[in-house]
Every structure is written in structure tokens, then in C-alpha cells.
């Protein structure tokens, strides 16, 4: 069996680069990539400690965040989508007309 | 059966304000018809009460819980059912006029709404049981007469004088709020233990508990009262609207002046009488003011042309001597109520007449003008005998009603000048002989000699002339005869309450006379006497001490004292005769153009430039201007600075959001991870 530091881990890298993605990256489908990074890190984990306990509970809130994702990844493109027809870009640098 | 529906007194001139109001534009004359019946059925309402209780000797009260320790009530005693037969009467009669003054004016709903709820509000003032109830009908009293002051709101001056009228009586009034809630103050300090259905305003309540109040307290509640007083009746210095509250409809002013408005404050004086006898020196201010204001109107009354505003200031002057009369309680008690409330009815009965004269003649006219008039007795001749009853009554003519109340008060006024002073005599008698001349000029500049311009001559309808009639009928009649019953009735007020004049007169300062005079001072010795004896007792003594006080009077006063007011009334109107009938002298001849004194009563006693331009515009403006900034800068500054202050923060704050990922991001993350220490310190330290 996979000893359970080696889970953590890993999910600590793809965490750390869907965090470094959020914070370095302006284009909008990037972004979205990372938030999928940062979620699935925490599915990792979710299944790594589910499978050390044992019992199936973290797996059950795995399946429930992978659908969870991937409602919010629908929403998300949807709303890139519709900004690149409004401005032509999803570099969100240039999308700032609510600012101050 | 009638006392069950005391309230539809108040309850049905309401209801002609409210049909009027909504309905009036499409029903004929405005609905005035509906005003008058209202205020008809009141009158009816008022005589069957009289009916009820003038043969028992009773009072008619009842009263229910209003909120917390205050309530609503009605209260006719014998003070309150003359009022209200009066303005009843009267009104009814200046309504009926008003069908025919009225007719053809855009605004004739309008009026008759707001004369309904006029009538309404001083009915109301009148049965009001407490002072609080009384204070909500007094306020109602001046908001009517604002709006009808202003009937003609278009004409700026009509709106001048009604703002002045409002802001004048609101003097009064705040000065009125005030002893109102002194009063109460030291009514709940006495903590008294009320019966069921006994409140601490109402009157029977207040008049049991007066002798428990500190006098010096009570002389500071009868002064702000008096104030109230002062503003709505018009007294010297609170004076000045009445003139001006000319500009409404001739038959706004015979409201206001006869019935509906400036009787207000003397009622007030009269109805909490034993609490200004109680109070010491408070009468001697009332009758200072009253005989001072009774002359100070007369001699303006001398100098004006324009026909109303002759009347307005002589009713200030009546108003003085009414006033005169209540303060000269002092020296007779409660007679003195008496008195005073017999010269307020015959008082307007005849200035109704003289106001509804005066009308009819502008009606015809068209000026207020006098020197624009003259002759108009051959074109009106039922005006000018009716209105010749009016000037004879005013002018206390021997025998009409203007006679016995004008001289009643005079000679009390003497009584007071033996115990007290005798300025206030003195004020009075040349007051009363000014009276007679300004009366009679009016009437001879108006009616005789030839016409002065060239204006319409006929006689006015029928319906204006009617009241008229029976006005002029009750101005010539109504002194001769009820003078006698009406003092003993009135005069009799106080004895239905528990309220000892005796005790009242120790704390006030004053002597009271044996018997008659001091009715209730025949009570107070006979009260000792067993029950049922002591009843009869002191009942047979007021009766004998009665005949026996007026009798010591005739004897008492000098020939010249009684005959007095008789000689002052015939030579008044001869000394008007000589200038305006008969032309033997003219104004000119004792004052030349540049005379300080003519110029001075021309002017009014300068009160114009005393108080609108020099009060009013320079330091009431100034106050005002002062006060003004401390609001704009201090106030006002105070708030904007802190909204700037405000608004400068979140102008700075919002830099936050810079709109850029990265910086939430990382800021997010910096929150997580500054949590995270927090919490791992925390946990180290172990809280």
C-alpha cells in the first residue's frame, strides 16, 4: 500500500502549482485550470485518508466534489464564453469595467 | 334625554365641515345650507340640555378614559351653557347671512367647510371638561381662523394677515402649553388619590385641589394662562392680528369677533376664574391689562376709515373691558364672572350686528372705505336702523343691552378702585366715553350727509337682512331682559364644584365681601352648621345677602357714580354728533396735519414700525440670522463633515479592489496563511 505521506504528498504539489497558476496567470481558461488543480488536490486527499482510515466516507465527498467542479466548470466557461463575445479576449486584465 | 347626545353639539357642525368639504362644489350655495342646519340643530341640542338642567339647579358631565391618566368629557355647567347658547345663536344667524354674503363666490364650499369646523372647534373649546381637551379645541380655534383670515389666499395682504394672526395667538398659545403642563406638574405632585372617572386636568378636579398648590406656583400658572388668554382675545400686547384679520369675509370677521375666536380667552379666564383668584396679584395684572387695552383700541378705534377695522379695534377695546371686569374679581369674586360673560354675550350680539352691518353696507359699496360712504341711510334702510341698534348698544346707549353689561363693569370696576386702584376705573370710563364717539362717527360718516363717491345703492337681500333683524332685536332687548337671572345663574357657576372661595381669597390676598357678592362665602360660614340646616342656611343667606349687597351698592355708590356711564354714552354720542352730523367742529379745527398726536393714533401708536419693522425685521430677523448660521455652520457642519469624512474613506478603501486576480488571489492566500499561524500560536499558548 501507498504509505499515506506520499498521498499528502502529492496533492500538496498540484496544490502549490493550481495556486501558483492562480496567482501568476491572467487568461481565464488557466485560471479555470487551476481551480480544477486546487479541487482535485483536495480529491486526493479526501480519497488517500479514506483509504487509510478505512471506511468509504471520504470517497463518497469525492465523487460529491468532482460534480461539484464540474457544475462550477460549466458555469465558469459559460461566463468566459460570454465575456470573449462581449470583449474579444479572456485576458482578464482587460476585463474591468465594474472596477472603481 | 338631551344630555345623551351632548356630543352631536360638536358632532354635527363636523359633519356639515366634512359634506361641505367633499361635496359642497356640486350641491347649491356651496352647501351652505347644510352648515347652517348643523349649527342649528346644535343651538337645538344646547336649548334642550338648558331645558334639562337649568330647573334641577344641575350640571351636566360625563367623561371617558382618553390614554394614560388623561380623558375626554363634556362638561356644561351654568358658565358653559350660556357660551354655548350664544355661539349657537349667533352662529347659526352669521351662517345664515353668509348664504346670502357668500352667494356667487368660487370659494363658497370652501368657506362653509371651514366656518362648520370653526364653529365645531369653539363649540368644543366651551364643554371642554379639562384644560388639555380645551387646549386641542383652543389650537383648532386659531388653525380655522388662519385658513379663513386667508380665505382669499390670492390677495397677499389676506395672507399676511392670517400668517400674522397664527403667529400672534401662537405666542399666546406656547405661554397657555406651558402653564398647562405646570399646572399638571404640581397637580401630580399633590399625589392625589382620584375616584373612579376623575382625571388631573379636568376641571371639577382642578378647582377641589387649588388650595393644596403652592401660590407662588399658581401665580406663574395664571400668568402663562393669561398669556394664552392675551393672544386669543386679542389683548394689549398681542393685539395686533385682530385689525388685520380684517382682510377675511365680512362674515369671518363677525365670527371671529362676536362669537367664535377672541371669547376664547376671556371663557378661559372666566372658566379657570378661582385658580387666577387664588393666585396672588394675578387678577391685578388682568385687570391692568384689560383697562389699559380697553383704552389704547378706543383711541385708535378714533382715527381709522376703514369701517372694519373701526369695529375690530373696538372690539379690542370690549375685549379690555371684559377683561377689566374679570380682574376687578379681585375685590367682588366670583360676580365678577358673572359680569364679565353677560358683557362677552350682549358684547356679541351686537358686534354680530355691527359686522353684519358693516357687510351689508360693503356688499352694497363696494370700499370699506368711510369717506368713500355717506348717506347710505336713504338706499339701506333696514341696515341703518339695525345698525343704529348696534351703535346705540356699543355706545351704552340707556337700556339696550350694551348699557347694563358696559356699566356693570364700570361700577365694579369703582369697587375695585375703592379697595385697590382706581387707574383702571379711570382707563375704563374714558375708554367707555371714546366708545361712544368712534360708535357714532362710524354710524354718521356711514349712513348720513350725501354720498362721497358714486357706488350702487340698493339694499341688500333678504336673507342677510333677517339675522340682522333678530340681532338687533336681541342687542337692544337681551340686557333688560336677563340681566338680573343671568348674574344669579352664572354667578352661581363655582358653587357646583368643591371649591371654597373663602379658603381661595386667604391664599390669594383678598377681602370677600359679605354676602351677595361673596355667595360663596356665605356657604363657607354656614358650611359648619349641621347638614341639611346648614343648606338652607346658607341658601337663604345668599338669597338675602343678595337683595341686601345689591341694595348697600345703590346706596353705596355715589349718584354720580351710577349716573356716570349714562352721562358718558349721551355725551359721546353728541361730541360724534357735533364733528359728523351736524359739522360744527371738524377734526382739523383742534389737530392740525402735523399734530405728533393725531399723527401718532393715524398711525396706530407706531405699533407698525414698533413690531413688524422694527421688532420683527431688525431683531427677530437678527435672532434669526444668528441662529440661522449656528445652524448652517456649527449643525449642518458637524453632519457634512463627518459624511465627507466618510465619504473620503471609502473613496480610499475601494483602491482595494483593484480588479486584478492575482492581487485577491494572493491576498487570500496571505489571509490563510496569517490564520493558520494564529491558530497554530493560539493552540501553542493553549487558550
Redesign the interface.
Known amino acids: 500500500m501507498i504509505p499515506l505521506e506520499l498521498s499528502i504528498l502529492l496533492s500538496s504539489i498540484v496544490f502549490t502549482v493550481g ?1 501558483y497558476g ?3 496567470q ?1 487568461n481565464g481558461i488557466k ?1 479555470m485550470m487551476c481551480i480544477e488543480l486546487l479541487l482535485n488536490s483536495a480529491n486526493i486527499n479526501l480519497v488517500a485518508f479514506s483509504a487509510y482510515q478505512p471506511n468509504m466516507d471520504g470517497q463518497v465527498f469525492a465523487l460529491f466534489s468532482i460534480a461539484l467542479a464540474a457544475a462550477e466548470a460549466g458555469v465558469g466557461f459559460a461566463i468566459l464564453l460570454s465575456l470573449y463575445r462581449l470583449y474579444g479576449t479572456i485576458d ?2 482587460n476585463i ?1 469595467a ?3 | 334625554m338631551f344630555s345623551d347626545y351632548a356630543f352631536l353639539i360638536v358632532a354635527l357642525p363636523v359633519l356639515a365641515f366634512v359634506l361641505c368639504i367633499f361635496f359642497g362644489w356640486h350641491l347649491p350655495r356651496g352647501g351652505g345650507p347644510i352648515t347652517v342646519l348643523a349649527t342649528f340643530g346644535a343651538l337645538l341640542v344646547s336649548l334642550g340640555i338648558a331645558s334639562e338642567i337649568v330647573p334641577n339647579n344641575s350640571i351636566l358631565h360625563q367623561s371617558i378614559p382618553w390614554f394614560g391618566v388623561f380623558n375626554v368629557g363634556i362638561l356644561v355647567d351654568p358658565l358653559a351653557l350660556v357660551m354655548l347658547l350664544m355661539v349657537t345663536f349667533v352662529v347659526t344667524l352669521i351662517h345664515t347671512y353668509a348664504l346670502g354674503y357668500m352667494n356667487g363666490d368660487p370659494g363658497a364650499a370652501r368657506y362653509f367647510a371651514e366656518a362648520g369646523l370653526f364653529t365645531a372647534s369653539m363649540l368644543g373649546l366651551i364643554y371642554s371638561d379639562n384644560l388639555l381637551q380645551l387646549f386641542i379645541f383652543w389650537e383648532l380655534v386659531g388653525l380655522c381662523s388662519y385658513l379663513l383670515i386667508g380665505f382669499w389666499y390670492r390677495k397677499p395682504s389676506a395672507a399676511a394677515a392670517a400668517k400674522k394672526a397664527f403667529l400672534t395667538t401662537r405666542v399666546g398659545d406656547v405661554l397657555f402649553l406651558t402653564g398647562i403642563v405646570l399646572l399638571y406638574n404640581n397637580m401630580a405632585n399633590l399625589n392625589l388619590t382620584l375616584a373612579p372617572g376623575e382625571y388631573l386636568l379636568q376641571f371639577p378636579v382642578i378647582y377641589a385641589h387649588l388650595a393644596q398648590i403652592d401660590p407662588t406656583q399658581l401665580t406663574f400658572i395664571a400668568l402663562c394662562l393669561l398669556g394664552g388668554a392675551v393672544g386669543k382675545s386679542g389683548q394689549f400686547p398681542l393685539h395686533v392680528w385682530l385689525p388685520d384679520a380684517m382682510e377675511g369675509p365680512t362674515t369671518v370677521s363677525a365670527m371671529i369677533h362676536a362669537a367664535t375666536m377672541v371669547t376664547a380667552g376671556v371663557y378661559l379666564v372666566a372658566r379657570m376664574f378661582p385658580l387666577f383668584y387664588a393666585a396672588p396679584n394675578a387678577l391685578t395684572v388682568v385687570v391692568l391689562i384689560g383697562a389699559f387695552t380697553a383704552l389704547f383700541a378706543a383711541t385708535m378705534g378714533l382715527t381709522a376709515f376703514d369701517i372694519k377695522r373701526v369695529l375690530a379695534f373696538s372690539t379690542v377695546s370690549q375685549l379690555g373691558f371684559m377683561m377689566a371686569g374679570l380682574g376687578a374679581g379681585a375685590v367682588t369674586g366670583v360676580f365678577a364672572v358673572a359680569v364679565a360673560i353677560f358683557h362677552l354675550i350682549g358684547h356679541s350680539f351686537f358686534k354680530a350686528l355691527l359686522f353684519l352691518d358693516a357687510g351689508s353696507v360693503i356688499h352694497a359699496v363696494g370700499t370699506n372705505d368711510m369717506r368713500e360712504m355717506g348717506g347710505i341711510r336713504k338706499y339701506m334702510k333696514w341696515t341703518s336702523a339695525t345698525m343704529l341698534i348696534g351703535s346705540l348698544s356699543l355706545a351704552g346707549f340707556p337700556l339696550t343691552t350694551g348699557f347694563f353689561s358696559k356699566d356693570e363693569i364700570i361700577v365694579i370696576a369703582y369697587e375695585y378702585g375703592i379697595k385697590a386702584s382706581m387707574i383702571p376705573y379711570i382707563f375704563l370710563v374714558l375708554a367707555a366715553t371714546l366708545t361712544a364717539i368712534y360708535t357714532f362717527r362710524l354710524w354718521f360718516l356711514t349712513f348720513t350727509g350725501e354720498p362721497r363717491s358714486d357706488y350702487h345703492k340698493h339694499e341688500s337681500p333678504a336673507v342677510m337682512l333677517g339675522p340682522l333683524v333678530v340681532l338687533a332685536i336681541f342687542a337692544l332687548l337681551f340686557g333688560i331682559a336677563a340681566q338680573g337671572s343671568f348674574y344669579n345663574y352664572v354667578g352661581s357657576n363655582f358653587e357646583h364644584y368643591d371649591v371654597d372661595m373663602a379658603v381661595l381669597a386667604g391664599i390669594g390676598g383678598h377681602e370677600l365681601e359679605e354676602g351677595g357678592h361673596g355667595a360663596a362665602a356665605a356657604e363657607g360660614e354656614h358650611g359648619a352648621v349641621a347638614a341639611t340646616e346648614g343648606e338652607h342656611g346658607a341658601a337663604a343667606a345668599e338669597g338675602e345677602g343678595g337683595e341686601e349687597a345689591a341694595e348697600a351698592e345703590e346706596e353705596g355708590e355715589p349718584f354720580i357714580i351710577q349716573i356716570l356711564p349714562i352721562i358718558i354714552a349721551l355725551g359721546g354720542i353728541f361730541v360724534a354728533g357735533l364733528f359728523y352730523y351736524w359739522k360744527k367742529f371738524s377734526p382739523s379745527m383742534i389737530t392740525g396735519e402735523r399734530d405728533p398726536i393725531r399723527q401718532m393714533l393715524l398711525k396706530g401708536y407706531y405699533q407698525h414700525e414698533i413690531y413688524t419693522a422694527w421688532f420683527a425685521e431688525k431683531i427677530v430677523y437678527g435672532i434669526a440670522i444668528f441662529f440661522n448660521m449656528i445652524d448652517i455652520k456649527v449643525v449642518d457642519g458637524i453632519l457634512n463633515k463627518i459624511s465627507d469624512w466618510t465619504v473620503a474613506f471609502g473613496g480610499n478603501l475601494r483602491k482595494v479592489q483593484t480588479g486584478v486576480i492575482e492581487n485577491y488571489v494572493t491576498a487570500l492566500v496571505l489571509g490563510v496563511v496569517v490564520l493558520v499561524v494564529v491558530v497554530k500560536l493560539a493552540m501553542e499558548v493553549g487558550i
Do not use: A, E, I, S
Request: hydrophobic share 60%; aromatic share 8%.
Open positions: 495556486l492562480l496567482m501568476t491572467r485560471l482578464l486584465d474591468n465594474l472596477r472603481w
